[in-house]
């Protein structure tokens, strides 16, 4: 073994201590002295290592409660000094301070911290902003040409590799470092800002500057397209912490997901949560073609399907509560109702969970399934939306039926069926694109008309996918009526719709509660309009 310190030194203060004494256990036999602090020195020490205190390498205790530990020329001049400047070395030499080669580093535990349960004060946030830490890691970044600077632990055994092979060209691999050191810090500090101005500074209002802390999780085979490059990350910001979704779901099963899976497994599922009964959703691109809530999950996933076999097929399959084994053989033998004989095939089933039963019968149905777990997520948070140049920020629309008032307008009242169903048509509405209609019975869609120009041709395709079953169904709207006479309202009548649900709004409205009322159907307003674009 190389005498200790003869092959340099390497500065180790970690809050995640995975790692370390494997590390100082290699960088010791290699000949390094290890400088270490607080409980990263404690670490080694316990293990049987020589260590070396920072306090004994700058000549000053810690103080101010940790505050100031390696907050001195003695640290920060060992790892800023260019090797190449024979001015610096010499200012080295002239206080007695001896280059630092290696720097591991990684920050307080803040995100964990302040997003605890219960919920800690404020000042216990404060006290876990790391000030030391980021320090060296931004000075060693910056003087990565001389210094190795490690955040990552899954970085030390290529450290290890390298240090062992003095001949290797490491130059490429020290500017990656670096750049996960720099990010490292971007990340924690768009924490602390977001942090911030959450508890002490926004009241409310938007952020004045936001960064979004994000991670790589996934280098897609292409976008939309296959001659767009893509990638999905994850959104490590505080706001995420917990709240589930597609995001951080665990695949069971199947390919790999796509950049198109993501988006249309995010719109089913969030479509799905936003139910509160057992629900089936089964969305093509982006847009629910079949939803059902019944007691009974199985029966529900039966009836999801039949409202558009067509587009369901190759569609993607969400549920809000467990898939047992008994709904797992059904999805996996289910034939299409177009012909009786066809398999369905799909895209992804995703759902909170699964009997392990469940989930082995479900891989069985074939291998490219993508069978996804995830923590359930109605619309909540915030959204943000990429434009030219810009981003759009809002909340998301969380508005729910029970926080909101159905006011009936027309002389007809709606039945207590027919009200339940308006909510359930109303939710659904709120996940098709606009201009966007639903036609719902029973607590199941029976058609829509998404994304159309004109709210009139949304209506027309949403009561000819319903068809037969549109006589004393309901009928939602994302947005009021501009028109009724000869117009949407009209046609929704002549149908045989029994009640429908706007915002209201319009100047015409009366014409819409006039022409409800020559044919007898219920209006409800709800004051709440849900475009989605």
Known sequence: MATVGSKGRALISVSDKVGIVELATKLTQLGYEVISTGGSARAIEDAGLPVTRVEDVTKFPEMLDGRVKTLHPGIHGGILARRDVAEHMSSLSAHEILPIDLVVVNLYPFRATVTAHPKPAFDV??????????????????????????????????????????????????????????????????????????????????????????TLTQSLRYGENPHQPAAFYVDSSLAEVGMGGVATAIQHHGKEMSYNNYLDADAAYTCCCDYKHPTCVIVKHTNPCGIASRDNLLEAYRLAVNADPISAFGGIVAFNTTVDAELAKEIREFRSPTDGETRMFYEIVIAPSYTEEGLAVLKGKSKTLRILEAKPRAPSGRSLRQVGGGWLYQDADALAPDEITFQCVSEVQPSAELMEDLKFAWVAVKHV????????????????????????????????????????????????????????VEKACQAGVAAIAHPGGSLRDQDAVDCCNKYGVALVVTGHRHFKH
């Not at 006290?127 to 030391?132: A, F, H, L, M, T």
């Not at 008309?449 to 395709?461: A, L």
Request: charged fraction near 25%; hydrophobic fraction near 40%.
């Open 125 to 214: 946030g404060i006290e876990n902003i790391d000030i030391g830490g980021p320090a060296m890691i931004r000075a060693a970044a910056k003087n990565h040409k001389d210094v190795y600077v490690v955040t990552d632990p899954s970085d030390y055994l290529q450290v290890v590799s390298l240090l062992e092979d003095s001949a290797s060209d490491t130059a490429m691999f020290r500017q990656k470092l670096a750049w996960k050191a720099f990010h490292h810090c971007a990340a924690y500090d768009s924490m602390v800002a977001e942090w911030l101005w959450d508890e002490a500074v926004g009241e409310g209002k938007p952020y004045e500057a936001l960064t979004v802390p994000m």
């Open 433 to 488: 694109k606009s201009n966007a209609i639903t036609v719902a019975k029973d607590k199941k869609l029976l058609g829509m008309g998404s994304g159309q120009p004109n709210r009139v041709k949304s209506v027309e395709i949403s009561l000819e996918k319903a068809g037969d079953e549109v006589k004393g169904a309901v009928l939602a709207s994302d947005a009021f009526f501009p028109f009724s006479w000869n117009d949407s």
